[in-house]
């Protein structure tokens, strides 16, 4: 089965962003049980990267076209959004001082463009402030895609094999030797390319034609099955973080997690019936992310003064329920934004 061609089975993959997106709000809710943050973090980021590479071999365009392309795809949309969205950022920043300081109001005129320059949120410097930090996504997979065309000659094992090489090197220089983070997510984008070549590999295999034929039960089955591994597996190696470029406890573990847990959600959409709403949230992803922290901390200010509901240590299900809320209010609203404003989504005007 070629994805690239067959436009009745990419259903599976807006399901896919979909709930990766609202795993990505539930990461992003501070809860009581950290051992469910870790869970959502061994996978949820990996995924989209993951989806991504699944297109990687229809790419036929030279150098130039190439990086236009990605360029108005990835780049203008992540301008545009953290510029709209920095009164946003800056208001949380306010009231964060233990964590962002007292900036003066000059500092808020100019600092949060420096930090738009240096596109790393990790990154706050004496001159900088990212006030937007879960837009980091967009920059980095600029540079995976840009990694993996420069790559895109070598055979698929040769491009996994140095995606994995280099990714463990940049983890073992940035973390272990000097403890930075590199601006622009370089490092967070080495650190999720394999996960990139392993969905172009995997998804346009044999093997997932093989899959892909089974049984809606067997599919859902074997999903909770990988789910389950996974489970266990992400307890034992600890947290990670793409963006922070953390691997937990073994770095191959961490791999190994990511792509069990995409390989696992993919087949759950796979098995799951086509003309689902959830589809519309997948595909608005990309708006959803830059506005879900106003939404999300908006939603819970609101719960802290009208009912008295901290906004620290949630319950699981009070955080599930919040990430659902959150998602059910702005697909619309990505929907009408993406409709009228299709440069914020990387798409020209028709």
Known sequence: MNLVTNKERIFWIDYAKGIAITLMIFGHIPIAEEVWNNYVYSFHMPVFFFLSGIFANNIKMNFREFILKNTYQLLIPYAILYIITIPVGLFTISIHPELFGYPTLIDKLWKPLIGLLSGEYLNHTSISLFTNGALWFLIALFWVRLFAYLMRKLKKWIQLLVSLC??????????????????????????????????????????????????????????????FVLWYSSLYNGPISVCGVKSGQCIILAYMNGCCGSVALSLLCLGLPSKLNLANTGKMSMLILAFHGAILYLIRFVALKTIGVPLDDYNVWIAILLSILVVCLLTPISLFIAKHFPILVGKAKK
């Open 166 to 227: 280099v990714s463990c090197l940049v983890v073992w220089v940035t973390r272990e030797c000097f403890s930075v983070n590199l601006f622009w997510s370089i490092d967070s984008a080495f650190f999720a390319l394999p996960f990139y070549i392993v969905g172009n590999i995997f998804v346009n295999s044999v093997f997932w034609e093989k899959i892909s034929s089974w049984s809606t039960l067997t599919k859902l089955i074997i999903s909770f099955l990988l789910f």
